[in-house]
């Protein structure tokens, strides 16, 4: 079964930037439109990047100009490199499918500080 791990989490102060990481098991970007979400505590799951089979990307208003989306199919890996960081931007980040959607994993934990 294919499957999904994220991984580049941690801790960083405002304005700092993280890569984040999401390495499939099989080759899947290409034929799968992906996301990368997010859930902060009492919040709900939501996209905040998006990239179409064809490259096209999408992002929420939140983290428009911060926030860049990217995959290599060759290597089965998704990105999504994070800068100036806010406070607001703590949650645990998910990558998956956004149709038809994998088990979700475990994510990975970007905390920012004040």
């Known amino acids: 079964q294919a499957q999904l791990v994220e991984s580049g989490g941690g801790l960083v102060q405002a304005g700092g930037s993280l890569r984040l990481s999401c390495a499939a098991s099989g080759s899947i970007f290409s034929i799968n439109d992906m996301g990368w979400y997010r859930q902060a505590p009492g919040k709900q799951r939501e996209l905040v990047a998006g990239?179409?089979?064809?490259?096209?990307?999408n992002y929420a208003g939140s983290v428009k100009g911060r926030f860049t989306i990217s995959r290599d199919n060759a290597k089965n890996t998704m990105y999504l490199q994070m800068n100036s960081l806010k406070p607001e931007d703590t949650a645990v980040y998910y990558c998956n499918k956004r149709v038809r959607q994998m088990y979700w994993g475990r994510g990975t934990q970007v905390t920012v500080s004040s």
């Open positions: 990239i179409t089979v064809g490259g096209s990307t």
